[in-house]
């Protein structure tokens, strides 16, 4: 199973925890996006949105981290307690995915991306944005150890490569209390966090390189 991300990238750091905690060996294919190899025609041809995280699992070429989460879940997961097949507990952790997709990672990629990529300040209303979705965040969390209930989902690591990059910038997550309570277990109990955090300071030594 081949499979082409960046450290650099959340969505690629989510799928190398989750296949760690299944357990699933990846052929690894760095691609440097930042100096364009995905738009070279052979990974044009795998996946023509030209985007990491991309899989190809025995010719079945798969992209959206989200969407490869649960594909791994389902093809090769023990069991399914990372990607519950109760409708209802499946529901909330498809909610969260999409909330960790549109809302949070989306409220990196809007207030943060700008300041590191062009230097540019810190906009307020995409700030507000960011702490408005770390506010639900908090709120989901209330009474509960993980994102979508009392276990460790595909959620909580899609969530987990999300709220550990903002640590780029040193966000001070202990605001939320319930998010920091939750984080904290999280980094001890998922496989690769090690790795993830890796590609976390990664992204900080380019920021560091580039302001000197
Ligand atoms: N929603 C996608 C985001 C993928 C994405 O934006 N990937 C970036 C790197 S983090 C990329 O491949 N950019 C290069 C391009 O789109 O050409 C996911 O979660 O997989």
Redesign the pocket.
């Known amino acids: 199973m081949d499979f082409y991300y ?1 450290p ?5 750091r ?1 799928v190398i925890m989750t296949a760690k905690a299944l357990g699933v060996e990846m052929n690894m294919k760095l ?1 440097k ?1 930042m100096d ?1 190899e ?2 070279k025609p052979e990974f044009v041809e795998l996946n023509p ?5 991309t899989l190809v699992d025995d010719g079945f070429s798969l ?6 989460l649960i594909y791994l879940v389902e093809k090769y997961g023990a069991d399914d307690s990372l990607y519950p097949s109760d409708p209802q507990k499946k529901a909330v952790v498809n909610q969260r995915l999409y909330f960790d ?1 549109g809302t949070l ?1 989306q409220s990196f ?1 809007d207030a943060i991306y700008p300041q590191i990529r062009s230097k540019e300040p810190a906009d307020p209303v995409a700030m507000q944005k960011v702490d408005t979705a770390f506010g639900h965040l908090d709120t989901f969390l209330e009474d509960q150890e993980y994102v979508a209930g009392d276990c460790l989902t595909v959620a909580d690591i899609a969530l987990l490569a999300s709220v550990s990059t903002f640590e780029v910038v040193d966000f001070d997550i202990a605001q939320y209390p319930n998010v920091a309570r939750w984080y904290e277990n999280a980094k001890e109990v998922t496989p690769g966090w090690e790795e993830n955090w890796d590609g976390v300071q990664l992204i900080k030594k380019f920021i560091q390189d580039g302001n000197e």
Do not use: N, T, Y
């Open positions: 960046h650099c990238s959340a969505p690629c989510s691609l996006v364009g995905q738009l949105q030209h985007c990491i995280p992209w959206e981290s989200r969407a490869i997709m990672f990629i």
